[in-house]
């Protein structure tokens, strides 16, 4: 029998050759998908943190356009609310300006800064006493009464501040505003404007009802025609369009009567008295050709001394305009007429020798009442624009008080103002001219006096 070839047996803990390849390249491939799985996982964190950088940033510009569109849409409705009227200025200092707004922050207003700095080279061959302005009630009658014929000053250099708030009542203004005029050259601080209004209503300080200050001529002079309707005092106003066209407006202003000394009396015997506001009421129509207003105003004036006190009433009309004749060419006019006016007239408001005589506004006739003195007044002024640059205007201005019986003999009894010019505008923001004036004046006694002026400005808006 032949016994079984015997068979080798190989302990299980001596495994094969091929198992352990095996088992080696298992482990190795295990090791590799372990290591690549954690390379994987890097690399999916960091694109994952890069995503998400991404996002943070396209979120924040989302965020960034959306608050500028906001802002953009709430500046397009204020803009829309809020229409910023333009600053009623003499048509001589409103040349061009850049834009000068400010928004505050966390605020609907808008400020606006602004004014001028302005030079007048003045040479006059008379003894106008007020060196500064052409004042023709300034001319004295006497001899060397001024000391020099030259003068250099910035006087009607001037500063604003403007402020403008949207209001469920309408557009909200204020406006701050000085000059550093001085009747004999010297820079002082002026306060011209001090001045609020919300929708119609305004009060504060500023040009009185009674004038019109789009009438003024386009002119280097700073003081203006002798004839002009010219002040500035406290009020409180209602103005409203009434149409496309046309527009009212009242106002209740601060009064000061102006007694005139009769003769033989010292202004220390007399006090003038103010019992009642002034009243002004104006109408303006504005079409193509221009503009018409019309203006009345209504006083009552007073006067008492240690025994004596008597009152009357003061009365004003006013017809003023800007007339187009051609697109290069217009005229500027004013037409005063009333009684008990004269302190709201630029040449009786402040004669040179209006501490000896009084002023013009009331006095006393012969059967010693109370009177208001008569006042008229008026001015024509052509104006021309060559160019762009270059422009002239021409006029000429009348005053004549009709005094009374007791007025002292260097009472204001009449003047006259004439001035021509030429004006360079370099810039919108520049403008330079040269312009001759003449006046004369006559006192109530009939004493006379004139003075020619030359005068050379600059002026730099900013």
């Given at each position: ?75 397009a409705a204020n803009k829309k609310t809020l229409v910023i009227p333009k ?74 501040v403007k402020s403008f708030t949207p209001t469920q009542y309408g557009a ?291």
């Amino acid at each position: 029998m032949t016994k079984p070839t015997p068979q080798l047996s190989v302990p299980k803990r001596f495994p094969s050759v091929n198992y352990l390849s095996l088992t080696i390249a298992a482990i190795c491939a295990l090791s590799s998908v372990s290591a690549y799985s954690q390379e994987t996982d890097k690399e999916r964190i960091k694109n994952l943190e890069q995503r998400l950088l991404e996002l943070e940033q396209q979120v924040q510009k989302s965020q960034n356009s959306t608050q500028a569109a906001v802002k953009e849409t709430k500046a397009a409705a204020n803009k829309k609310t809020l229409v910023i009227p333009k600053s009623k200025q003499r048509p001589s200092h409103d040349f061009e300006a850049p834009d000068k707004s400010i928004e505050l922050s966390n605020s609907d207003t808008t400020l606006q800064l602004g004014g001028q700095i302005w030079l007048d080279a003045i040479y006059n061959n008379g003894e106008m006493t007020n060196r500064a302005g052409f004042q023709t009630s300034s001319i004295a009658y006497e001899n060397d009464v001024t000391k020099d014929n030259t003068l250099f000053h910035v006087g009607p250099s001037n500063l604003f501040v403007k402020s403008f708030t949207p209001t469920q009542y309408g557009a909200m203004t204020t406006r701050f505003e000085f000059d550093l005029f001085d009747d004999q050259g010297n820079a002082g601080i002026n306060l011209t404007h001090i001045w609020g209004e919300i929708g119609d209503f305004g009060a504060g300080q500023t040009f009185t009802g009674f004038m019109d200050i789009n009438a003024f001529p386009n002119i280097l002079d700073f003081w203006g025609p002798n004839s002009m309707v010219f002040s500035r005092q406290p009020q409180v106003r209602y103005s409203t369009a009434i149409s496309k066209k046309s527009r009212i407006m009242f106002t209740i202003e601060k009064s000061s009567s102006d007694f005139a000394v009769p003769k033989n009396a010292s202004r220390a015997g007399y006090d003038d008295v103010t019992e009642l506001p002034d009243f002004t009421a104006s109408y303006t129509y504005s079409a193509d050709f221009g503009y018409i207003k019309s203006a009345v105003i209504l006083r009552k004036l007073g006067y008492e001394t240690a025994t004596t006190k008597d009152t009357t009433m003061g009365w004003g009309l006013n017809i003023s305009g800007n007339v187009s004749l051609t697109p290069d060419d217009s005229v500027q006019f004013q037409l005063a007429h009333g009684e008990g006016i004269g302190r709201y007239i630029n040449d009786t408001c402040c004669s040179y020798y209006a501490d000896d005589t009084g002023g013009v506004d009331g006095g006393l006739d012969a059967n010693g009442d109370l009177t208001a003195i008569p006042v008229t007044a008026g001015y024509v002024y052509y104006n021309k624009q060559w160019n762009k640059k270059w422009s002239s205007a021409i006029g000429y201005s009348y005053l004549s008080v009709d005094n009374l019986v007791t007025q002292k003999e260097k009472a204001l009894k009449n003047s006259t103002y004439t001035s021509t010019n030429l004006i360079w505008y370099p810039t919108t923001q520049v403008k330079a001219g040269v312009e001759v004036l003449y006046g004369d004046v006559q006192s109530n006694s009939g004493l006379e006096a004139d003075n020619y002026r030359l005068q050379l400005s600059v002026g730099f808006k900013y």
